[in-house]
Structures are given as structure tokens and as C-alpha cells.
């Protein structure tokens, strides 16, 4: 067991301590060695890095006029009030409610 165990521990620790090219020869051709970066070349040209904010597409929150309060609870009362508001919430969201569940869940629900 002990060595089977010992055997194990040496095969993964030499496929990570490998480059990448030495663990997986057949995936890469003899032409395509030529051209790959030299990791280990300190002095091997590299691509410059491009920095991009992940702000940079933020737009900053941009206040609204609020509607007048009395407008706002006339168009509430027109619409018929808070019973209904109260209903849409009760309602299934469209066909995607009406669905039976798969037999793989067995009919419960989450």
C-alpha cells in the first residue's frame, strides 16, 4: 500500500513540476516550439499590457424630478389602488409559472 501510495505522490509531483511543454509533448509540434515565448529568457519580448478599468463603462447615478405626490396617488387611485398592486404580485409570471416540474425532481419545488 505504502508503495502504491509513494508512486501516486511522485507521478503528480512530476507532472507539476513540469513546464508545460515537457508534460504534454504530443500536444504541441516541433514547429510551433520555435515560436513560443521563452518563459524562462528574462530578456524575451513580451506584449505590452493593456490596463482597462472596470469602470470604465459606469455611469453615475443621475437623479430624476420626482412626480408631485397628489398626481402620483390620483394615477394610483385611477389604476384602482393598492388591491391592485396586491393582486399582480399574487399572479404567475406568464407561462414559465404554468410548467409541470420534471420527473427528474419528482415534483417538489424549491
Known sequence: MKSLLALGLAGVASATLLPPAAAHPASHSAGSAASAPKVLDAQAPVPPLVYRSALGSYRPYADTTPSPWV???????????????????????????????????GGHKH
Open 71 to 105: 398626481e402620483s396617488n390620483e394615477r394610483v387611485g385611477r389604476i384602482g389602488g393598492w388591491r391592485v398592486y396586491a393582486k399582480e404580485a399574487q399572479q404567475p409570471d406568464g407561462p414559465a409559472a404554468d410548467k409541470p416540474a420534471s420527473a427528474a425532481h
